[in-house]
């Protein structure tokens, strides 16, 4: 069966998208690939029709659930063998599963790059012949991409693993330098690279400037009210905002949904549900609405708050009109906005304190060390995502290797007595199964495994007895649960300056926080343009527009907007000062530093600050509105003087 056959049988389409017959060939030929597409130009079937052309499983990691869910109630609705693996599945749901793929009878296996940590998965699946492993979102691969995220960048070592040869990178926002990240780690030829263009000739881009809130809202409800009918989504930054611009419309008489992460799992169905169902329907979200919806009349994208980042801003944008109709998409900005996405950033960097100690724990190990990181991120005061991020930065320098991440605990239910299980069990797997009875910890329900006494005691091989509890539960003597991930590592080297290693981390994580920085200002440039807006949109992702678009913002009125900070100066007043003070007298020493006292008053929150509880104290949030970098530097010298 050709290609176009293949698209026509297993899909109804006559004919490709621009693009994805090339990247399909590619696939097919045994390139691994980068494809960059925009929204909505069909990046799903670059991998689905080879998947169902090539003889053994594909893989596709995806960061969302329901992104995978919609995918795969699409794909079973042509009749396409496709599944997911998530936490969301029953026992047995997920038993159902394994057979079904140990008999060949699913094609396209949903993942989550976070499941590859369970070594369960990697032990079955190192069993499975995989003909594709696709890499969705991949610019999250990417130390310089807008959302990097550090699990990613140990996918092309679990590809290996799994003895794949084809590897599929898809994403909808790379700007260069992020493509050549993609290709460097993931071994893909730049020959192999397909770039489809980002200008959409139908959307309507618009910006307008408030410095007023009530003005904003105005604005929104005349145009709500004005504009002919249409599917409309509009993005807000905080959960918080979304309830309250819900409840605001309400009261004009504009029924909208809210979609946040915030949300139950049932409410958020049903409101996408009722979004794709209904005419005309309004969503007021935060980013985590939109991602592989299907539906292409989408008319209006409104952006309440500012997007932080353009690459933010491209893929939202990309959700409208994706029937080729003119659709309009319109940022309406607030000053205020920039502080609190600049907010989140600073928010997210640890102390070279605190760098430094974590440091000095990791190395004063002998050969491997085991993290929780939860409780690493209490003991150290660095969120959970900054940890995973500088354990990354020591993998890529040679100073330490990740080992596969384990369970901290088992347990099971027995289905059997243990008398029945010894006596059913191939005679080969006796001796394990007696040992794991040997060692146990007996509830009224389930057996808890000491799993670290078994393998130490008795000599065992951990990967052994994984093999032996997969066996019992594939055989429904017992029914198998885990729970806790440690992540374990092998130092290489020994470390003789831990504070130059300090500086290094802390440069790298402050690199990072100035491109974020960068990022927001990008936003901001978009915004305060005096050419053509799509011509700078464009050129951020490395396309070049030889024309005017005609339908930005600057082309229809060829003026140029003045979106800027709230303030350049702020000082404490003699007042603040005094209540200052007292909050420094307080503090113990764990939080005494600039940082750290600027982020209680912004209201930014910490596993230390949580710890002492300064998240309840009545200063917490009050200077919200401030720059945090004005409110650092004023808090330095309040320190500074205090110290004098």
Not at 3 to 32: D, M, T
Not at 249 to 260: C, E, G, Q, S
Not at 490 to 513: A, C, M, P
Request: charge should be positive; proline fraction near 4%; glycine fraction near 4%.
């Amino acid at each position: 069966m050709s290609i176009k056959e293949a698209l026509n049988y297993y899909f109804g389409f006559s004919s490709f998208k621009p693009y994805q017959k090339p990247v399909i060939q590619s696939v097919l030929e045994g390139n691994s690939t980068l494809a960059v597409f925009p929204t909505g130009a069909g990046k799903s079937l670059c991998f689905q029709l080879p998947a169902l052309l090539k003889e053994n499983l594909t893989i596709v990691v995806s960061p969302l659930i329901a992104l995978m869910k919609d995918q795969v109630d699409f794909l079973k609705s042509n009749n396409i063998p496709a599944e997911r693996l998530d936490s969301s599945l029953s026992v047995e749901q997920y038993t159902a599963l394994i057979k079904d793929i140990k008999t060949n009878k699913i094609k396209i296996l949903y993942v989550s790059p976070e499941r590859f940590n369970n070594e369960r998965f990697r032990y079955f699946f190192q069993q499975v012949k995989v003909s594709l492993f696709v890499i969705d979102e991949a610019h999250c691969i990417s130390e310089w991409g807008h959302n990097f995220r550090p699990e990613y960048l140990k996918l092309p070592i679990y590809a290996e693993g799994l003895r794949v040869k084809t590897i599929l990178a898809l994403t909808a926002t790379a700007n260069p330098k992020v493509q050549n990240d993609i290709c460097n780690s993931l071994k893909i030829d730049k020959q192999h690279t397909y770039i489809s263009g980002f200008f959409r000739q139908n959307l309507k881009l618009n910006f307008s400037v408030f410095d007023d809130k009530g003005h904003q809202n105005d604005h929104l409800i005349d145009k709500l009210k004005k504009n002919p009918p249409g599917a409309t989504i509009i993005y807000t930054t905080l959960q918080k905002t979304t309830e309250e611009l819900t409840q605001i419309l309400k009261k004009y008489n504009i029924a909208a949904r809210p979609y946040h992460a915030g949300m139950s799992s049932e409410i958020r169905q049903q409101n996408q549900d009722w979004f794709l169902k209904t005419n005309n329907p309004i969503m007021i979200s935060t980013i985590a609405f939109g991602m592989g919806i299907d539906k292409s009349d989408i008319r209006y994208i409104y952006h309440y708050n500012l997007p932080k980042s353009l690459e933010n801003y491209a893929q939202e944008i990309g959700r409208a009109g994706r029937d080729q109709k003119n659709s309009y998409c319109e940022v309406l900005a607030y000053p205020h906005d920039i502080n609190t996405l600049e907010n989140f950033i600073y928010g997210d960097m640890p102390n070279v304190s605190n760098i430094h100690q974590f440091l000095e724990y990791v190395f004063s190990h002998n050969n491997n060390i085991s993290l929780k990181l939860s409780e690493t991120s209490r003991q150290f005061d660095i969120k959970i995502n900054v940890l995973r991020t500088i354990l990354t930065y020591l993998e890529l320098n040679n100073l330490v290797k990740s080992i596969a991440p384990i369970y901290t605990e088992y347990k099971f239910e027995p289905n059997l007595s243990s008398k029945e299980i010894l006596n059913s069990i191939p005679v080969e797997n006796k001796h394990i199964v007696y040992l794991i009875f040997k060692n146990l910890i007996k509830g009224r329900k389930f057996f808890t495994i000491k799993m670290d006494e078994l393998i130490t005691e008795y000599q065992i091989n951990r990967g052994e007895v994984i093999r032996v509890l997969n066996l019992l539960t594939d055989t429904q003597m017992i029914n198998l649960f885990t729970k806790g991930i440690a992540h374990q590592y092998q130092l290489l080297t020994n470390v003789d300056d831990i504070s130059l290693l300090t500086s290094k981390i802390f440069d790298l994580l402050n690199g990072r926080e100035n491109a974020d920085l960068k990022r927001i200002q990008s936003v901001m440039d978009l915004i305060n343009s005096n050419s053509c807006q799509s011509i700078y949109l464009s050129n951020y992702f490395g396309e070049h527009l030889s024309n005017p678009c005609g339908q930005c913002h600057y082309c229809m009125s060829h003026l140029t907007l003045n979106l800027k900070r709230t303030s350049d100066t702020f000082t404490f007043s003699d007042k603040e000062r005094n209540v200052l003070q007292n909050l420094l007298d307080e503090l113990p020493t764990s939080l005494y530093d600039s940082r750290n006292i600027s982020k209680i008053l912004i209201g930014l929150n910490s596993p230390f600050i949580t710890k002492f509880k300064y998240n309840k104290h009545p200063i917490f949030g009050k200077y919200s509105d401030i720059p945090f970098n004005l409110i650092e530097s004023n808090i330095q010298k309040e320190i500074n003087s205090d110290t004098n």
